[in-house]
């Protein structure tokens, strides 16, 4: 009876003794920490979520594969580096080295896993060697230079249609450029401008449909639709100028610029143009500035400042 008594009591005794021993663990656990045996101190642990597309990829955490899928977290993850790794069939595998911090989660909730065999979709049916893409009205416009004509067809490749032809330009241009009213779209290299009209043919071209206009003077840098469709702002290495679409239309010189081709954002909804340039400051030191140069009816009509000849003053608002 004493024999079995004294074994209950040093049960007792030893249940306790676990007790309050396995007690700060209990509490760490509970409270977030996690007993790091690095440093022999319990260290706030960390947290990494993660959120891939498509959802339902395979997570593997230093090497060893784990049993959630995305999106998902890992938690109880003392402080330091992790080599993340996320795996879906059919798709390219995904990999970081990710910094875990204590107290804090670690957010990969942007992770986009891309097909192994993508979706590739041929659009065009006519030979091409350039297009251009309308977002607004949702086309695509094909531009074959062995036959200079222009089709055109949805973002889908369908309802493909011949559109009109068009001047090929040598070398072949960079940029396509629709104009405010969808009814012209205008490209150019660095010595020539080509305007197509899309949809009608205007009794100021004799019926054509298309014209080039050659710019010898400098290298063109951008070209511009003002928002009345018929005028272009031409932004060269050493100028910016404006011009009617038509052919043989003359550049009229708007500002001379300092600096060899500057920085240049056209705002058509104000018909503004921002650029650079650099201007002599009173310290004899030259300086980059940006400035505004506004050019909507309000400020100075086109056709007037179309009237001023080369070395004429522009009138004074």
């Known amino acids: 009876m004493f024999s079995e008594q004294k074994v209950r009591a040093v049960l007792f005794h030893l249940s306790v003794l676990i007790f309050i021993i396995g007690l700060p663990f209990i509490l760490s656990f509970t409270l977030g920490y996690k007993f790091d045996s690095r440093t022999l101190k319990f260290t706030k642990a960390g947290i990494i979520a993660l959120k891939t597309q498509p959802a339902g990829a395979s997570m593997y955490l230093n090497g060893l594969i784990l049993n959630e899928k995305t999106p998902a977290t890992i938690g109880e993850l003392l402080p330091g580096e992790y080599n993340v790794r996320v795996e879906l069939p059919d798709y390219y595998p995904w990999e970081e080295d990710v910094t875990v911090y204590a107290g804090q989660v670690t957010r990969l909730e942007k992770i986009i896993l891309f097909p192994l065999r993508p979706n590739i979709k041929k659009l065009n049916k006519e030979r091409l060697s350039s297009f ?46 629709l ?23 205007p009794e100021n071209l004799n019926g054509r449909q298309h014209f080039v206009i050659d710019y010898p003077r400098d290298d063109i840098v951008d070209v511009f639709w003002h928002s009345d469709s018929f005028h272009i702002i031409l932004v060269s ?50 300086y980059n500035n940006l400035y505004k140069l506004e050019l909507n009816a309000k400020i100075l009509p086109l056709q007037d400042i179309l009237k001023i000849k080369p070395g004429e003053k522009q009138p004074q608002n």
């Open 179 to 201: 104009s405010q009213d969808k009814s012209k779209l205008l490209y150019f290299n660095k010595h020539q401008i080509g305007v197509v009209y899309l949809a009608v043919k």
């Open 132 to 177: 251009w893409i309308d977002k607004d009205n949702r086309r695509v416009y094909y531009f074959n230079q062995d036959d200079n004509y222009i089709y055109t067809s949805d973002l889908e490749g369908d309802d493909f249609e011949d559109l009109v032809p068009y001047a090929s330009l040598t070398p072949p241009p960079g940029k396509f450029v």
């Open 237 to 286: 290495s050493r100028r910016i100028q404006v011009l009617e679409t038509k052919p043989g239309s003359e550049a009229i010189d708007l500002v001379v610029l300092n600096k060899k081709n500057s920085s240049v954002v056209y705002d058509i909804n104000s018909d503004t143009l921002y650029f650079t340039d650099y201007q002599k400051a009173d310290d004899g030191n030259f």
